[in-house]
Every structure is written in structure tokens, then in C-alpha cells.
T-cell receptor
């Protein structure tokens, strides 16, 4: 069984500050890990994904995440927040097989203060 | 990235009627399509997985007779909510995957907001 836990349903940071969104995963098999962003009334857009290559994954819009097996974590960071980063962020996990499904976390709403 | 469209983007219907939502992959062939529902301020819950030309696989607790899924071609899947009730009001999102492997990216549609009166 696989699952992800996102710590903090709402995170608020000032514009220009560091963004840190936390995600811990549980998986009985080596996982694929994802971060998605969702803007209001829209579908999901893939920010980045980990597929067992480099542990530090760089994504779009300046985001990156580091896979830490010892901590079962895949936290999302961005050095300097921008107002346009305000959105809902979902961490997700899947297995390697073709039958694997993506399991989503509960989401973290990111607010940016001017 | 690849584009997935959904139609309609929002629909309002009366209780007891059926509603069909279309999901299309515009520039690739989708071997597998997924249907999710999302309640306000909640995460996406997988409803079913469909492979082109075969019956959909439903998640536990999802009524297959209520949520009819058809994946007749490699670019089109439809979700029909039959005899809709107010509790079916939700945001329905589809995604499409080109290959069979989990390493292939899923591309998400923009979602359909269903409101049942």
C-alpha cells in the first residue's frame, strides 16, 4: 500500500521568502513521487517528479524537491516566493508497474503575503 | 506537455437526469485514462481507470452502474453520471497516460464542475 502525508493544510509566506511544503510518503515498493499544482477551478499541472534517478529534482517555475529515503520525505522548496505561486499543491506517489495508480495527498494551500 | 481537454467545463442539471462528461487527449494517444472526483478543499479521489477497448476498473466504493465509463478510442473517454443527485455535485477531473508504464506522465484535464439541483 502507498500513501502520502502532507504536513500543513495551509502555508503562508511573504513574497520573496523561502517556500517549503512538506511531504512524507509510505510505500512498500520503490516509489515514483510527484508534486502537482492546482490553480482555482483548474486541473493539475505537474511541477516535478522523482523516478529513481537524481535525488534532487528540479521542476518548473523554480521549484525543486529532494528525495530522502532515510526520512521517507519529498519536500518541495522554492528559494523565493512569487505572488503567482499562490495555489494548491499536491504531493503524490505511485509504484513502478503499469497497474500503479497515483495516490494523492490531502493538499497544501500556499498563500503569498505581499 | 501534452493537452487533455474536458467538456463541458461546468454543467448544472436537475436531480434524476444523466450527465455525460468527455475527456479527450488532443495530441497523443491515451492508452489509459483515469477519472477523479474532488470535493471542495479536498484531494483528488480516483474513481476508475479505463484502458482503451476494455471495461473500466472501478475503485472500491464507486458504483459502476452510476458512473458509466466508456473508453472507445485512444483519444476519448466519457464519464456518464446516471440519475444524478445533489450529493454527486463535485469537480470531476480526468487524466490520460500515453503508455502503459507508470513512468509515463499522466496529463490532467481542466476539470468539469457538476452541480446537481
Amino acid at each position: 500500500a502507498q500513501s502520502v502525508t502532507q504536513l500543513g493544510s495551509h502555508v503562508s509566506v511573504s513574497e520573496g521568502a523561502l517556500v517549503l511544503l512538506r511531504c512524507n510518503y509510505s510505500s512498500s515498493v520503490p516509489p515514483y513521487l510527484f508534486w502537482y499544482v492546482q490553480y482555482p477551478n483548474q486541473g493539475l499541472q505537474l511541477l516535478l517528479k522523482y523516478t529513481s534517478a537524481a535525488t534532487l529534482v528540479k521542476g518548473i517555475n523554480g521549484f525543486e524537491a529532494e528525495f530522502k529515503k532515510s526520512e521517507t520525505s519529498f519536500h518541495l522548496t522554492k528559494p523565493s516566493a512569487h505572488m503567482s505561486d499562490a495555489a494548491e499543491y499536491f504531493c503524490a506517489v505511485s509504484g513502478y508497474s503499469s497497474a500503479s495508480k497515483i495516490i494523492f495527498g490531502s493538499g497544501t494551500r500556499l498563500s503569498i503575503r505581499p | 506537455g501534452a493537452v487533455v481537454s474536458q467538456h463541458p467545463s461546468r454543467v448544472i442539471c436537475k436531480s434524476g437526469t444523466s450527465v455525460k462528461i468527455e475527456c479527450r487527449s488532443l495530441d497523443f494517444q491515451a492508452t489509459t485514462m483515469f477519472w477523479y472526483r474532488q470535493f471542495p478543499k479536498q484531494s483528488l479521489m480516483l474513481m476508475a481507470t479505463s484502458n482503451e477497448g476494455s471495461k473500466a476498473t472501478y475503485e472500491q466504493g464507486v458504483e459502476k452502474d452510476k458512473f458509466l465509463i466508456n473508453h472507445a478510442s485512444l483519444t476519448l473517454s466519457t464519464l456518464t453520471v446516471t440519475s444524478a443527485h445533489p450529493e454527486d455535485s463535485s469537480f470531476y477531473i480526468c487524466s490520460a497516460r500515453e503508455g502503459g508504464g507508470a513512468h509515463n506522465e499522466q496529463f490532467f484535464g481542466p476539470g468539469t464542475r457538476l452541480t446537481v439541483l
